[in-house]
């Protein structure tokens, strides 16, 4: 496989970055993920952590060096992870678990599957068009799908933040699985969550990877959004790669700072999760034995993750 990645996430106008972002990749397939931890409930960095975690242990352990099952995977890692939130409720005698949302993207033999939980997005950038992109599981999709408010509208709707699908409420979340989608040399994929997407809009997000690569068009999307949103910006975070085929296929114009997974040993895995750096970014909600006992739980969590999926079936 060839592709070029990138991959950013800022704080924003917030004290904590909620969001999570990573990839992984074997020599034949590609695992992108993006989570962002809900502010209105506690901990919800952690529970973006784990999710995370929880996943690309799931990946790190099944894509040997494919996925079996694409889809069967998405389902059954977002699942692992919210027992594991569960799991991390009880062990701290908390009300509720904390929660997140998530999209993720696998690619494999040239085709993508995704599935999200929530409202971070995925988008798929042919050209300067927009050909696929996830639906919002929030309150604002419904109104404006029922036509009792306009598409405009939505951006400064009262409810706009109000998600009825996540990882690690009372109930199971439902997993909304993409169509399989071959992807042609150029092809865009864009992960990212409401910081990013909800200040722009979907034309500004298709024509930057027009004139641009994803090295240049996410961060310059990212300053962008947190600039449009002034000091109440959100926690922005944004993954792109652009696709330029397998390494039979004659590539497009070169892409800058291409990934080639030719050179990868059979077996091996390449990971790219990115964790905010610590000091005030969670010094600030979190006390130092805090943070200690949730660094403790997120590792405790990856050693259970190949237990999980196993214990579900």
């Known amino acids: ?7 950013e996430s800022k704080k924003g106008g917030r004290k904590v970055n909620q969001d999570r972002m990573g ?45 079996p099952d694409p889809a069967r995977y998405l389902e059954e890692a977002v699942l692992a992870s919210h027992r594991e939130l569960h799991r991390y409720r009880a062990e701290h005698s908390l009300p509720e678990a904390p929660r997140t949302t998530v999209v993720a ?33 929030s309150r604002v ?22 998600i009825f699908n996540c990882v690690g409420a009372f109930v199971a979340p439902t997993v909304e699985i993409g169509r399989p989608v071959a992807l042609r040399n150029g092809d865009t994929l864009l992960l990212c ?19 641009k690569t994803v090295m240049r068009a996410v961060p310059d999307l990212i300053e962008s959004a947190l600039s449009n949103a002034g000091s109440d910006a959100d926690n ?35 990971s790219m999760i990115q964790i905010p750096p610590s000091g005030a970014d969670v010094e600030e909600a979190l006390s130092e034995a805090q943070i200690d006992e949730a660094v403790a739980e997120i590792q405790r969590a990856i050693a259970r993750a190949t237990k999980l999926v196993d214990g579900a079936k």
């Open 1 to 7: 496989m060839r592709f070029s990645i990138y991959q």
């Open 23 to 67: 990839y992984l990749y074997t020599r034949d397939s590609l695992l992108m993920l993006v989570c962002d931890g809900m502010g209105g409930h506690a901990r919800g960095e952690v529970a973006a952590q784990i999710t995370l975690q929880t996943m690309a242990s799931i990946y790190q352990r099944d894509a040997k060096p494919l996925l």
């Open 105 to 137: 993207c696998i690619v494999q033999h040239g085709v993508a599957t995704w599935g999200h939980v929530g409202d971070s997005r995925l988008y798929l950038i042919r050209g300067s068009r927009i050909i696929e992109r996830t639906i919002d599981h």
């Open 141 to 162: 999709h419904h109104l404006v799908s029922a036509g009792l408010i306009r598409p405009e509208d939505a951006q400064d709707h009262p409810e706009r933040n109000r």
């Open 193 to 211: 969550t409401d910081g990013l997407w909800g200040v722009l809009n979907d034309r500004n997000l298709a024509e930057s990877f027009q004139s």
């Open 236 to 270: 922005c975070t944004a993954i792109g790669m652009t696709w330029a085929g397998t390494e039979s296929v004659e590539m497009v114009p070169p892409t800058e700072a291409p990934v080639s997974t030719l050179a990868i040993p059979d077996g091996a895995i390449t």
